[in-house]
């Protein structure tokens, strides 16, 4: 079991990490294509289902699919990963994203549990919707078209996969990685379901032109939806950092050897390295070969932790959730 350690105990940044906005710039020549591509097969579409990552349900979804790919046609709000978040919380992230967004169909899903009841939920949901709108020119089509849509590494082509195996019982059709932007453009129909025939669009993840917010820029990229070297995984590894001190999540201790909790990164990654034995060879100015602790490879190591939930569950827009008693907040990430 992990120590208990006191947080007013420790005097905690009270800031976030400052990160060069350039940095978490990434808009490559095939998110523009892809978007202008999910552009126009849009008027082929009968529903849109947006894929986010459920630890960052309020931050850094694109206002792109906001304004032109959902507004017109079924929407449906995937949250995945939900094995890492913060179980308990999920109905009030669904209430929240329905006062202050409007967004009326929020399915919470595992992509890699076939068991996960957000997955049982979905093509039902679909059906229904999309009967129930108004399908314009597609009206008099037995098949339904659904377009699949998020930023890069949310779990699109993962889902796409998932509902391929459970409802037609055989393999996967698309490639999945544990870095952004794999899916490169928009593909040809994908069948996932039989009775009624159901269609889906796989995507390329598209993110916003430029981050206009570092913390926000930070946590997708914590969450992998920037590609990792772009940003520094020290720096990530250091928002990281800052974030579970700032909200008592201590987990971090025990996975990096340390006694208590500390708020420096290069001790922590000090002291990562020396319980793994991550270190480099280098050359000194006189030509004498010392070993150095490897700062890279333990932050990948530190971020992958968080990735995989061994630092625990997380929410990282907790402070973005409204809270109707002060405790209730405080105990939320216990």
């Not at 019982?169 to 990685?177: K, S, T």
């Not at 952004?180 to 040809?188: D, H, K, P, Q, Y």
């Not at 990948?300 to 402070?319: N, P």
């Not at 105990?331 to 216990?334: E, K, P, T």
């Given at each position: ?14 800031k976030?990490p400052?990160?060069s ?11 523009n294509k ?32 906001t ?6 046609k079924?929407h ?10 913060v ?38 949901l ?5 009967k ?9 089509e ?18 796409i ?7 037609l ?9 544990a870095i ?9 129909k ?15 993840g ?46 971090y201790v ?7 909790p ?14 793994y ?22 932050a ?20 973005l959730?409204?809270f ?6 405080e105990?939320?990430?216990?």
């Open positions: 079991m992990a120590t208990k350690f006191n947080p007013a105990a420790y005097n905690f940044r009270q976030c400052f990160v906005k350039d940095l978490l710039r990434w808009f490559p020549g095939h998110m892809g978007l202008k591509q999910m552009q126009r097969k849009l008027k082929t579409v009968d529903c849109v289902i947006e894929v986010h990552d459920s630890r960052i349900p309020f931050t850094g979804r694109n206002p792109i699919f304004n032109t790919l959902t507004g017109a079924p449906i709000l995937v949250l995945n990963k939900k094995d890492l978040t179980s308990s919380l999920v109905p009030r992230i669904k209430d929240q994203l329905k006062a202050e967004q409007g967004i009326q169909n929020i399915v919470f899903t595992n992509s890699k549990d076939q068991s996960c009841r957000g997955l049982k939920t979905l093509r039902p679909m059906v229904d919707l999309i129930d709108s108004n399908r314009y020119n597609r009206s008099e037995s098949d339904y078209n659904v377009m699949i849509i998020g930023v890069p590494n949310v779990g699109k082509s993962s889902l996969n998932m509902l391929r195996s459970r409802n019982r055989i393999g996967h059709a698309l490639p999945v990685g952004a932007g794999v899916t490169r453009s928009v593909l040809t994908i069948r996932i379901n039989s009775n009624p025939d159901i269609f889906m669009l796989d995507t390329p598209i993110l916003e032109p430029s981050v206009t917010d570092i913390e926000m820029g930070l946590k997708l990229a914590l969450c992998a939806n920037l590609q990792d070297h772009l940003v520094g995984e020290e720096a990530i590894a250091d928002y990281l950092l800052y974030w579970l001190n700032k909200h008592a999540c201590f987990n025990d996975y990096m050897g340390l006694l208590e500390c708020d420096d990164i290069n001790k922590v990654l000090i002291s990562g390295a020396m319980k034995n991550r270190v480099r060879r280098t050359r000194d100015f006189d030509g004498t070969m010392r070993d150095v602790p490897d700062f890279i490879e333990v990948r190591m530190m971020i992958k932790a968080f990735r995989t939930g061994e630092l625990g569950r997380t929410l990282l827009d907790i402070d959730l409204q109707k008693d002060q405790k209730h907040n105990n939320a990430m216990a």
